[in-house]
């Protein structure tokens, strides 16, 4: 089997930028022996930010690409002069795309609408230059701030694609046909099982321009959640849509007994499935005529919407659509999230109070600067540190609250 370029779950690590560190430098000039600190605040370190971008489908991309590293913030510099803000890195995901702390398992966020922002990683504040530090006692402090450090964290991102409709059937049974015959999509069809290996999406236009997404997902079989055939891990990307389209062909021998086995894989795959609406459509009808039809109707699954369809004669694909907007728009539906595509919205600047799943939590306790070249010394310098050392590390820059 080719790899396929579906890709649906990925593992990336991600590392926002450090703050720089604030400027320990004193004015010098002509004629003014005693200029005083004049020292610059370090620049923020970038942040790691995800965007939901419709253009995407799959996670591919990330695969080549696994570690997402932001840069970090430049030093503060002579004359008050602020070091640069280290750059973001802006992850552009599929709609649909769930993200999942990779230590934990912990669910994080999800990505749910086009151009939206979700801010991941806050990289490190920059450190204040010595400017800031002079006192009436101490008028040359020699102590500048670090900046804070970067973070750094692995998460697996999951797709689950986003479709109002979801197409649950045996392989062969007309799926990809249907969504060829009533959206642009042109996914493969072929008369042998599983010639969908990997799911698609379709948008299937309604009346008045109003249009719904169906997803296409490989076929399923019999003990498919004991891994048989491809297995039931595709189930995830009709986890989220609305109604699920249950497809049997008209030459099944045992339509009730066929749709038992998909309802019970999906029952095994996940329980909450159970809830979804669904509907039943009975595919290739036009291999039967009237009075097998009728005789038919007697024999179908109790409490199921049915329609009799043919993907290549057309018939019964309008009364499909409508039963299908009728129970996406049902009230129970609403209630729950379907896909709406909207315009990219405008790269907004991240706002200093904004909130991140990660970041240094600067705000419990008051900041603590000590007070003396002594205490700085003791606190954040190394002896064989030197005086601008960008890579001075925050240690314990709180720890000596209430001194
Ligand atoms: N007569 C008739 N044949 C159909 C109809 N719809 C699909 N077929 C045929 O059924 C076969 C399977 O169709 P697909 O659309 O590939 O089936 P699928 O459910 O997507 O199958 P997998 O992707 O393997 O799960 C093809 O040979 C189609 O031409 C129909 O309405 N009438
Ligand atoms: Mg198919």
Known sequence: MAESNFIDYVKILCRSGKGGAGSRHYHRAKYIPKGGPDGGD??????????GNRHKWTLLDLRYQRHIFATDGQSGGENRSTGKDGEDRIIEVPIGTTVFDA????????????GEEIKLLRGGKGGRGNVHFATSTNRAPRYAQPGQPAIEKAVVL???LLGDVGLVGFPNAGKSTLLSAISAAKPKIADYPFTTMEPSLGIVSYRNGQSFVMADIPGIIEGASEGKGLGLRFLRHIERNAVLLFMIPADSTDIKKDYDILLNELRQFNPELMDKSRVLAISKSDMLDEEMMEEMKHELPEGIPTVFISAVTGFGLTELKDLLWREINSEDNLAKSTITHRDLDRHHRVEEEDEFIFHQDDTEEEEWFPETDEEWEDEFWDEEQSVNDKDATWRGAKKGTGK
């Open 158 to 160: 999951e797709l689950k």
């Open 42 to 51: 370090g620049g923020r370190g970038g942040h790691i930010i995800l965007r």
């Open 103 to 114: 230590d934990t398992g912990e669910y994080l966020c999800e990505i749910t609408r086009d």
